[in-house]
């Protein structure tokens, strides 16, 4: 039987967009999900007016409808030592308004009991929203791999989840054997980018890379085809591929999904 397999534009792809437009590329370039960016990253990212009851809000959700995308996953909710989770719900209330399934989140905290504490808050009160608090595990954060992210997320919820990227699960040195640890209900969706093999030997270049210089699929050396062998068969790729070379969001955004389709077409998963 042939897989259908969900593919999501992640903001980060098309973060010179406005959320709308990104909705708009999403659906010329193919995509069945498109993943929207409700919260700034970095306190020099644009902030658009896309949380609450906001004209932005109302074209975002009307572009959805017109074309039949549906909101894969929403970012970025970084837990950090004084995170109050009550100010997040704003955000979680605009997520489910639009459909959206998971959300990202960072651990920026380098306590991990209280993080593992603000992570049960976070899922319970998205869990009121429909929404599932997916974790992901970035080598310059206090959630460096896969097996700090799974001590954080445990599997006490029916709401959680263990977030991979394929250049931060590379970069942070792990190995197939964590995926194959995480329970698969915990294994929502994937983020999927190529990068050069050898990794940065600074931090700073690290994450230079990680948010502005990654590689379309296959372009690269990581072992893409390997962890997406050890990931469920069916799980939803989100195409996060951000890069220098000049080149307009639509042609950004169909070539990351071609070649991410020629890179699974190749590969034969486990039955």
């Known amino acids: 039987m042939t897989t259908i397999r969900a593919f ?3 903001a980060l792809t098309v973060l010179d967009l406005a959320p709308p437009q990104q909705v708009e590329v999403a659906a010329q370039a193919g995509y069945s999900h498109v993943g929207l960016r409700l919260i700034p990253a970095t306190p020099e990212e644009v902030r ?3 949380v609450g009851e906001t004209p932005m ?13 549906k909101v894969l996953d929403v970012e970025i909710f970084r837990l950090t030592p004084d995170v109050r989770v ?3 719900e704003p955000a979680m209330a605009t997520a489910a308004r639009l459909g959206a399934q998971h959300m990202l989140v960072a651990g920026n905290d380098p306590d991990e009991a209280r993080l ?6 976070l899922r319970e009160a998205a869990g009121r929203f429909g929404l599932n608090a997916c974790l992901e595990p970035m080598p310059w954060t206090d959630v460096p791999t896969v097996a700090a992210a799974r001590r954080i997320v445990g599997d006490a919820g029916a709401n959680d989840g263990v977030l991979i990227d394929a ?18 209900r915990q294994l929502h969706y994937m983020q999927l980018c190529d990068a050069p093999a050898p990794r940065p030997s600074n931090r700073a270049e690290l994450i230079r890379q990680a948010r502005a210089d990654r590689l379309f699929p296959g372009d690269g050396g990581l072992d893409l085809p ?11 790729v989100s195409l996060e591929v951000p890069v220098l070379a000049p080149m307009a969001p639509l042609d950004r955004a169909r070539r990351a999904l071609d070649a991410a389709r020629r890179v699974l077409a190749g590969i034969t998963a486990p039955a």
């Open 57 to 69: 809000v109302r074209e975002v959700a009307r572009r959805l409808a017109d074309s039949d995308l």
């Open 167 to 184: 250049i931060h699960f590379f970069r942070a040195d792990n190995q197939m054997a964590e995926i194959a640890a995480i329970a698969p």
């Open 8 to 10: 999501g534009l992640a």
């Open 48 to 50: 658009h007016p896309i």
């Open 86 to 88: 009550a100010d997040f």
């Open 116 to 121: 593992r504490d603000s992570f049960a808050r």
């Open 226 to 236: 390997g962890l997406m062998r050890a990931l469920p068969r069916d799980i939803a």
